[in-house]
């Protein structure tokens, strides 16, 4: 059973009250809102200290991916390693290590990992993927600081046009703009519901590099006259005269040039803050396994010739793909470009041409920084297509597969950093492209490193970035859990969330966190006993805290239940109105100091205005219960409550659910039909007959409960969706819910 204590009056809730069920024991509390949130507002996640580069710099193995494509632009599948001829700095490298990888799968960990140790793990018997499926990690980063205001429209529709038909099942993405006006919401998700929300906010910026003076002078112009272009200087300056009859020449030429100093200062700013974000995003996305596909979509900008910060910022950005496992293709937000001045830009009167050759080679010289972060990446440059759609669906198809080549770096590579060259060729068939990363540094440089991050003194919120400094070991390692990007595995968490509708007529949204038995350090006593530390907080899509949990509990296990059916698990519940919220979780063991998170969003929406349905809650029948219907009042009794929601095929699972507001038809008897579907990879594996949802004489109509039972053991292994579909027949109207488990 757990016991309960209070944890730190800072970091505490409110009382909480036991509620004991079957082999385990769940706390319930009133949530208090912080004053502030525990949660980091940075823009973009950062890599964990304790994490494996992608590639490995070292005295073992240097890996790369590979991709090889013929005429047509399909795969070569087939070569062998004595086919491809590899050269670091020009010099030719034997390569140890080679396997053809299927993007997201769990094959692809290993032969990562593989790859890393210098030995070939070897696929699956008979060729087959390991059973356990992993979908695709995709990144799109919005370079809103460039981007016009029709670029923008077109770009929102091409996110949610990928929303609703391309992510599938397992999937999962995250939108990221350079500015971060995204927010709270540029996470990795396969929430649906969160991307939309993320992508409806992408804006074009007032950022650009004009000055609003006439005549306009874009940055190409700049650009231009700094190279002593005296077409184009002449035509600034006779305009600048004309305005200015007494102005002397040489006068008018100190001003325009100055002028266009101003203006690519500017611009270089804009262009190096993309650039710094853009970097920061890719090393934070390092610590995920296998490879990741960003989408970079920008109108595209200029890299001053005179400028060489910019090019060494973007040879950093491949040096952190080639560690971070990223593979980035550039997509020009403008599409296809006729090179014809846009009547709703202001332009410039100019009939001797004398801007002309700036002007012409504008379209190529913004693209420029496109090509170069494809190519320095290993992706392409997706340029002059209006069908943004069908590019984005065309690139991930053409990463789906690729070859992996590892190499025994040289001795001398040792030192200070150094950027080196790769290249891999196909020798004897000209026909075939070949795309691979084209660079990376020998050590990681010293830029790579996130910066970290100030916190201001804050003596009014102890609970604050400045307090946490105050607070104990304990309470730092929750904390930082806590704002972890990614969850913390030392200690395993997992959370299950769900609403309900309330009986005061709000929703309410409940929260159970489950830690693995065998990650907490249990001491023995009278009785065998486990310390640990719970903290939580439910956030909402801006970022701002709307309830908070936390308790130091005990664990002694009841010796005369097997310990497999004592999860340790403790519940939280809270009323909250319908919103998109995120809950994060952290967990420490009080002995050892693991410490382990989970986060999950949730959608609630509004349950006392329309037909619609509760969340599904997932258990599975218990030890030595017979098969057949059991009343949802007997669920706490008869129903062990699953928060990892991992199932053995022996297992039988089942499911409830709430139908709210039906229709009264006939009789005033409602008329709802019920179907069950589970899903794997987005196909459906199983679909129950439509059935007519069954209730009570005198129970409450408007709240009808619905639960079911399905055995497993037709079930391979592998990640499934329970999908169930209420049809309200007499409104003819219908809502439906989904639930993720897996099959082990």
Not at 294 to 307: E, N, T, Y
Not at 634 to 655: C, G, Q, T, W, Y
Not at 688 to 702: I, N, Y
């Amino acid at each position: 059973m757990i016991s309960r204590r209070l944890f730190r009056p800072r970091l505490a809730a409110a009382l909480c009250a036991a509620l004991c069920l079957p082999a385990h024991a769940r706390a319930q509390v009133q949530a208090t809102t912080p004053q502030q949130s525990p949660l980091p507002t940075a823009q973009s996640p950062a890599p964990e200290k304790d994490e494996e580069d992608v590639v490995r710099i070292s005295t073992e193995l240097v890996q790369t991916d590979v991709m090889v494509f013929d005429g047509s632009g399909k795969f070569v599948d087939g070569l062998r390693p004595e086919q491809f001829e590899l050269r670091v700095d020009g010099k030719p490298q034997q390569i140890a290590f080679f396997e053809r990888v299927m993007a997201g799968t769990l094959n692809e960990d290993a032969q990562i990992a593989a790859a890393r140790g210098g030995a070939s793990r070897g696929a699956a018997p008979g060729g087959a993927a390991l059973p356990l499926d992993r979908g695709r990690t995709v990144v799109f980063f919005v370079d809103d600081l460039h981007l016009s205001p029709q670029s923008t429209i077109q770009i929102r529709k091409t996110l949610q046009r990928f929303i609703q038909d391309e992510i599938g099942q397992n999937d999962e993405a995250a939108i990221v703009s350079a500015s971060g006006q995204v927010g709270f919401l540029q996470q990795l998700t396969d929430n649906k519901a969160v991307l939309r929300a993320a992508a409806e906010r992408i804006n074009a910026r007032a950022s650009t590099a004009r000055d609003g003076q006439n005549p306009a002078m874009s940055e190409m112009h700049a650009a231009s006259i700094e190279r002593n272009d005296p077409g184009v200087l002449d035509y600034f300056v006779d305009a600048l005269m004309r305005e200015t009859p007494y102005l002397r020449r040489e006068m008018a030429e100190s001003m325009v040039q100055s002028r266009a100093r101003t203006i690519l200062q500017q611009s270089n700013s804009i262009a190096a803050n993309t650039l710094h974000t853009l970097a920061s995003v890719v090393r934070g996305f390092g610590p995920l396994p296998g490879r990741k596909i960003l989408f970079f979509i920008s109108d595209g900008f200029l890299i001053d010739d005179g400028d060489t910060s910019l090019r060494d910022r973007m040879r950093l950005i491949s040096d952190a793909a080639a560690r971070a496992g990223v593979v980035i293709y550039a997509l020009d937000a403008q599409g296809l470009r006729t090179g014809q001045q846009d009547a709703s830009v202001r332009g410039n009167f100019d009939p001797a041409g004398r801007l002309a050759r700036a002007d012409s080679g504008e379209i190529s010289a913004m693209q420029a920084p496109l090509f170069t972060l494809a190519a320095e990446t290993g992706g392409r440059a997706l340029v002059s297509s209006n069908a943004l759609g069908r590019v984005v669906s065309g690139a991930l198809k053409e990463t789906s597969l690729y070859y992996l080549l590892a190499w025994k770096p040289d001795a001398a590579q040792a030192g200070s950093p150094k950027y080196q060259r790769i290249e891999v060729l196909v020798p004897g068939r000209p026909d075939l492209r070949v795309m691979v990363r084209r660079g990376f540094y020998n050590s990681a440089p010293a830029e790579a490193a996130p910066r970290p991050e100030k916190r201001k003194k804050d003596d009014k919120n102890p609970g604050g970035p400045a307090g946490a400094q105050k607070a104990s070991p304990a309470e730092r390692d929750l904390l930082a859990a806590l704002r972890a990007p990614l969850p913390r595995a030392a200690l395993p968490t997992s959370l299950a969330v769900g609403f309900v509708h309330g009986e005061k007529g709000a929703s309410v949204l409940t929260i159970s966190v489950e830690l693995d038995r065998e990650g907490l350090t249990f001491v023995q006593g009278e009785r065998r006993r486990a310390d640990f530390d719970v903290l939580g907080a439910i956030v909402d899509d801006r970022g701002k805290p709307v309830a908070h949990f936390s308790r130091r509990l005990s664990v002694t296990p009841n010796p005369d239940i097997p310990e497999t059916q004592q999860p340790v698990v403790y519940s939280f519940s809270t009323p909250l109105p319908a919103g998109l919220y995120q809950v994060r979780a952290a967990a420490r063991d009080a002995l050892s100091g693991r410490t382990g998170s989970a986060m999950q969003w949730v959608e609630v929406p509004e349950l006392n205005k329309h037909f619609t349905m509760s969340s599904i809650f997932l258990g599975e029948r218990t030890a030595g219960q017979k098969s057949g219907e059991v009343r949802p009042e007997e669920l706490p009794r008869n129903v062990l409550l699953s928060v990892d929601r991992r199932f053995a095929r022996s297992s039988h699972i089942r499911f409830l659910t709430y139908v709210y507001h039906a229709a009264a038809g006939a009789a005033s008897q409602p008329d709802v039909a019920l179907q069950v579907q589970i899903f794997r990879d987005d196909q459906p594996v199983f679909t129950a007959p439509l059935s007519k949802l069954k209730f009570q004489e005198g129970s409450d109509l408007s709240r009808i409960p619905y639960m079911a039972e399905l055995s497993l053991g037709t079930f391979p292994a592998g990640r499934y969706v329970l999908q169930i579909t209420a049809i309200d027949r007499t409104a003819k109207t219908s809502d439906s819910r989904r639930a993720s488990f897996i099959v082990e």
